[in-house]
């Protein structure tokens, strides 16, 4: 099943939610906060969110496996971003209306020019013949992740087209609590979505690797079920996050029988992240890269396949050390 991330489509809070006139703890350019109210939204209600997968929500950089020149390709995030007067323009909107609707765009003029290999991504709506831009003024898109592009020397590392492989992080089959990391032919992952986690993005709150020896693998969105978790409530869902270790997660998608996902992450709720050790991070993991990949050019890919079968208690002490 593919699993769509909020770069695909806009994921709605579990909870309404209200603005708040202080500066967002999320977006530099906003001048206000979306926070979440204790009343449940009804897309929520109306998808039967009780019966949902509850899944973790990551904290990295979205990718997305698709063909490109004929073979599966991993692609970057990449928004399409406003020109410094489009910009200014739309944040001085943002400042008088405390809200970016009405801004009226101009597409073919006010935006940023990307490489020719972007492409924008599903569910962007389009006007005669042009993708409109989404509520923080970003025309979310892809490009093709090229060795050859040192902008992406980070997603470069997981993925190896000579073998067309790529190194995911995702739950050991047969093995309860335990995670893997191994490496999943890129035709596998094909129209899948998935997230970048590692030393070098986000500021690492998996604590990942190190500068000597950085660490990055992917994660598919949806694969890291939440055990036990309370009915969809705001006081619950509040102290879960804050007193459970399993509640140590930026936050939660659920993942509805209807195909809708709902979300809520702690800065809806007013919370820190990250706040001490994560739930991730603190979890066992197996390596599972053999020799299928021994003819690969990637340093890392080498490096995990001189750890193969070797368990680590905790993910974020992953070392090639051992």
């Not at 009804?42 to 063909?67: M, R």
Request: charged share 25%; with cysteine.
């Amino acid at each position: 099943m593919r699993r769509l991330c909020s770069v695909q489509q806009k994921i709605p809070c579990v909870f309404l939610t209200e603005v708040k006139e202080e500066a967002s703890r999320k977006r530099d350019c906003q001048q206000f906060q979306v926070v979440a109210t204790e009343n449940v939204n009804p897309v929520a209600v109306e998808a039967n969110i009780d019966c949902a997968l509850a899944t973790e929500k990551l904290d990295g950089t979205c990718c997305y496996v698709s063909l490109y020149q004929g073979q599966p390709y991993l692609w970057a995030r990449l928004d399409r971003k406003p020109n410094k007067s489009a910009e200014k323009r739309f944040k001085k909107h943002q400042r008088s209306h405390k809200s970016s609707k009405d801004f009226m765009w101009n597409v073919e003029e006010d935006f940023k020019t990307v490489p020719e290999t972007w492409i924008p991504a599903h569910r962007v709506k389009h006007h005669d013949g042009h993708p409109i831009p989404d509520e923080n003024g970003h025309i979310p898109g892809w490009v093709p992740v090229e060795k050859s592009n040192k902008q992406y020397c980070w997603h470069s590392s997981v993925v190896d087209y000579e073998v067309r492989a790529a190194l995911v992080l995702r739950p050991s089959s047969g093995e309860a609590d335990v995670l893997e990391i191994t490496a999943v032919p890129l035709a596998e992952l094909q129209e899948q979505t998935l997230e970048l986690i590692g030393t070098n993005v986000n500021g690492n709150p998996y604590g990942l690797g190190s500068k000597k020896q950085p660490v990055h693998c992917l994660v598919p969105h949806g694969v890291i079920p939440i055990p036990n978790l309370l009915p969809v409530d705001f006081q619950q869902i509040s102290s879960w996050f804050q007193e459970s270790p399993e509640g140590r997660v930026e936050g939660i998608v659920w993942h509805c029988n209807n195909g809708t996902l709902i979300k809520v992450h702690r800065h809806h709720l007013g919370l820190r992240w990250p706040d001490g050790d994560t739930c991730l991070a603190n979890r066992p993991v197996v390596i599972r890269v053999d020799g299928k990949v021994e003819a690969c050019s990637s340093s890392l890919f080498t490096s995990f396949l001189s750890l193969n079968g070797h368990f680590f208690s905790r993910l974020q002490d992953v070392n090639f050390e051992s």
